[in-house]
């Protein structure tokens, strides 16, 4: 049996965490795959380690002195090897890096060296291996992650190690470039690491206790969420709901491995399942969690008879592929057309309206600006008759005007499009509609 366990930033921002850290994983011993963060902020106005050394690279970039710029990183590092009472010293490091600096070894190269000396240091304190990722993760010449490679170099790098640490965020193309994920993609290595080895549990230990069923800036206290499936969990994080990396259900979807968000700080906390499919007793809540966006756009288009136009769609889809375009949604009337599409992709497309207007012809077209898109999202409306219903009544009993509704076939989630004014005051109306009355 084996778990890969994730810790964020916030979980290793300083010696005190580690030991927490250390204690977690000791309390279970088959938690033996750890992939870590850089060290994150220890207080709200502190700095991430990956946005120093983004900015020392910048700086080393303008003429700055390597070894000078790197001392306060390389001094957090040793404050957390000091108070841990560790005898590593980790100056030759420091003197490559610096030296990497200078030779302009790359942006991601920069910034994978948070987690790459952090990694060290929690392997040492562990008393596990450390694995450096460019050794086992792969990206393709031209950037993209190589699963393949990936999966079979880390499967047989792994099985000569009982215990291991795994540093997050990067790897390496073939000619040993390194190459990072996009921000927060340590957990994204994690699942990959979880799916390499067959792992149980993929455990994603972060500084809160789970998903949260709405936005905690808009409803006070919302409720954790005990189970969400993968398909749920990409509903809500696709439209804003954070905690995770968007990408990271990925890897261990197609092996089924569950995913658990725990927080370092509240261990015994149970936190939330991610999981193929809920079990049959999870809970019988209709909605599992809400989340949304501001600034949508709709392009509204109107043809008498657009209806029986053979090819119609397809000529509006051309403009937005001749573009390179991506849209959101098209709901569609008998005659009309609306076309929801983030607002800056629309600003970085300004042609794209008289585009489609020159190949529609419509009798009418017009951008509606300042929209925003509430998701409600849950496994549990499936075949559930009146979750529309309450959700119109309670936009309606806020006075809020829905200007579009979305449902996907799947049944998994209704999306409202409202102005952008009554964002907060949409989630929550409907938060209060569901959770508070089940
Ligand atoms: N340290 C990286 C970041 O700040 C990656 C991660 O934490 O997952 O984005």
């Known amino acids: ?59 080393v970039g303008k003429g700055k002195n390597a070894t000078a710029e790197f001392l306060p990183i390389a001094e957090r590092f040793n404050g957390i090897i000091g108070d841990l009472g560790l005898t590593i010293n980790l100056d030759h490091e420091y003197d490559i890096i610096a030296e990497n600096f200078r030779k302009r070894a790359g942006k991601d190269y920069a910034a994978s060296r948070g987690e790459y000396l952090n990694g060290i240091i929690l392997a040492n304190y562990l008393g596990f291996q450390f694995v450096d990722a460019a050794k086992c993760i792969y990206f393709t010449a031209s950037g993209e992650f190589d699963a393949d490679l990936t999966d079979a170099c880390l499967a047989s790098v792994l099985e000569g190690y009982a215990e291991a640490v795994i540093p997050g965020f990067y ?3 073939p000619d040993g470039t390194i190459q990072t994920f996009s921000r927060g993609g340590s957990d994204f290595t994690g699942s990959v690491v979880a799916k390499a080895i067959n792992a149980d549990l993929y455990e994603n230990w972060t500084d809160v206790s789970g998903f949260l069923a709405a936005d905690p800036h808009i409803v006070d206290n919302p409720e954790i969420i005990e189970y969400i ?6 509903e809500l994080s696709y439209m804003g709901a954070g905690v995770l990396h968007q990408d990271a259900i990925f890897p261990v979807r197609t092996a089924k491995i569950p995913i658990n968000i725990r927080n370092t700080n509240v261990p015994d906390a149970k936190g939330t399942m991610i999981v193929p499919e809920a079990p049959e007793n999870a809970d019988n809540k209709i909605i599992t969690g809400i989340a949304g966006k501001k600034h949508f756009s709709v392009i509204s288009i109107e043809k008498d008879e657009m209806n029986s136009e ?12 001749n573009e390179g375009m991506g849209f ?14 983030s607002t800056e992709e629309l600003e970085a497309h300004p042609d794209a309206v008289k585009y489609i207007n020159q190949v529609c012809r419509p009798n009418h077209i017009e951008v509606i600006n300042d929209l925003a898109l509430v998701a409600i999202v849950g496994r549990g409306m499936k075949e559930k008759k009146g979750t529309a219903t309450r959700i119109f009544a309670a936009l309606s009993h806020a006075n809020i005007n829905i200007k579009m509704i979305d449902q ?12 952008e004014k009554d964002f907060e005051k949409a989630v929550q109306v409907i938060y209060d509609m569901f959770m508070l009355s089940e």
């Open 328 to 341: 959101e949604h098209i709901p569609t009337g008998i005659d009309t057309m609306s076309l929801v599409v």
């Open 1 to 59: 049996m084996a778990k890969v366990v994730k810790f964020g930033g916030s979980s290793l921002a300083d010696a005190n965490q580690f030991r927490k850290v250390a204690e977690i994983i000791r309390s279970d011993r088959e938690r033996r795959y750890v992939v870590p963060s850089a060290p994150g902020k220890r207080f709200s106005e502190d700095t991430k380690v990956t946005d120093m050394l983004y900015r020392c690279y910048e700086a």
């Open 310 to 321: 053979v090819g119609f769609l397809r000529r509006i889809l051309t403009v937005l592929d």
């Open 408 to 419: 996907g076939s799947s049944e998994l989630n209704i999306i409202v499009g409202i102005h």
């Open 171 to 173: 790897g390496a193309k």
């Open 229 to 234: 499936t993968y398909k749920e969990l990409r």
